[in-house]
């Protein structure tokens, strides 16, 4: 019995999720692969995590406002799209297809769903969402990225009405204009550029997802939540940012999958090509079944979310269990098929093998959510 039966006291069964892409899912992908086709190719990408400027502005404006991607989840009486999940969904598939470095997850998904789970009519928090949803601000949350959930974050402290506090490994922090803070006295929006505030950029693994150390030094900031709706907003925002994620890693998945594909059947080895060995074809075929598991995970993950089914926070757990396993699985499968080059910095596949092993601690590991797993359905642990 699910979640949801439960719930309503009915022996009918919960509807099946919807797992296919509807029109308007795959016009919306049309219009973002051909724009990180033509802005963000591989050359492209590799030249710009060499620069200091990992994010390219025309570039997020293009997939922000032109496309209208950042407001997705915003409602269009706050100035967004009033879309779904799964169109959000979409547009992280193919982001993961290209590793595009744009702070769509941090701004658009993370920090944009905390303050709508704040549920605001007025004020600092609707303004700031329109901001967002227009794709003038990116926004960061404040919690390492590697953190599973609002309880296990980092929260400064508020001293006399100025925040105190130092939070390492929080993604986008160096590139977005402004950090939701979580301190023990409610969520605060500040603003990087303002005083007291020092984000120190780290040495990641991924160079397209930076990460930065955020110390606040005495820094002032308006508070959006009190410390009650702070830790269910927050925790919020971390689901679906971990639901979606999986999307992305779906998008890593296929893109390597479908790479190590065309390659073999090119490559040539004895006269003949090196796809058509059987042990090569086993191990694609193998890879082929994991995608296709991935993609039933992670739109499972996001229809969920998008019906708010109660079954929401399960599917999230089973997405990123299974997901992040598949997407480091295919990285690492581009990487040595590929034989030689796909070793070299020139060719791509080294990114998609940092993107998605970045991404198999992001809010929480496979392991962690294979513990949430087992606390939903009242199984022993693993």
């Not at 065309?262 to 890879?287: C, I, W």
């Not at 596949?349 to 998605?356: D, F, N, T």
């Amino acid at each position: 019995m699910t979640a949801q039966t439960a719930q309503s006291g009915h022996n009918e069964p919960a509807p099946l999720p919807v797992l296919l892409y509807s029109e308007a899912e795959e016009d919306l992908r049309a219009a973002v692969r051909a724009l990180l086709a033509d802005r963000a190719d591989a050359p492209g990408v590799i030249a710009r995590v060499e620069s200091d400027t990992p994010y390219d502005p025309r570039l997020w404006k293009a997939l922000a406002a032109d496309i209208g991607a950042a407001g997705l989840l915003v409602p269009e009486k706050l100035g967004g799209q009033g879309a779904t999940y799964r169109e959000a969904a979409v547009v992280l598939e193919e982001l993961g297809r290209s590793v595009a470095p744009a702070p769509y997850l941090t701004s658009s998904v993370v920090a944009t769903e905390t303050l709508l789970a704040l549920a605001a009519q007025d004020g600092p928090v609707v303004e700031l969402l329109g901001e967002l949803a227009a794709g003038r601000r990116t926004a960061a949350l404040a919690v390492p990225f590697s953190a599973p959930a609002a309880d296990e974050a980092q929260p400064a402290s508020v001293v006399t009405g100025r925040l105190e506090g130092t939070v390492t490994g929080v993604a986008d922090a160096a590139t977005a204009d402004m950090l939701l803070v979580p301190t023990t006295d409610g969520l605060y929006a500040v603003e990087t550029a303002s005083d007291g505030v020092t984000v120190e950029p780290l040495v990641a693994l991924d160079l397209t997802r930076p990460l930065a150390t955020v110390v606040l030094d005495g820094a002032t900031g308006v508070r959006v939540a009190d410390a009650a709706s702070a830790v269910p907003a927050v925790r919020r925002g971390l689901l679906v940012g971990a639901g979606l994620l999986a999307s992305e890693q779906l998008g890593i998945a296929e893109w390597c999958l479908t790479e190590t594909v065309r390659y073999t059947r090119e490559r040539h080895q004895f006269n003949r090509p090196v796809g058509s060995f059987q042990a090569l074809k086993h191990r694609m075929a193998q890879l082929w079944l994991e995608v296709v598991s991935a993609r039933a995970a992670a739109r499972n993950a996001a229809g969920a979310l998008a019906t708010g089914s109660p079954d929401a926070p399960l599917a999230v757990a089973v997405a990123q269990a299974y997901c992040s396993n598949v997407a480091v699985h295919a990285a690492e499968e581009c990487v040595q098929l590929h034989g030689g080059i796909g070793m070299t910095w020139e060719h791509p596949a080294h990114l998609y093998l940092k993107r998605a092993k970045a991404d198999s601690i992001a809010y929480g590991t496979a392991g962690r959510h294979r513990e949430v797993i087992a606390e939903l359905a009242e199984l022993p642990a693993p």
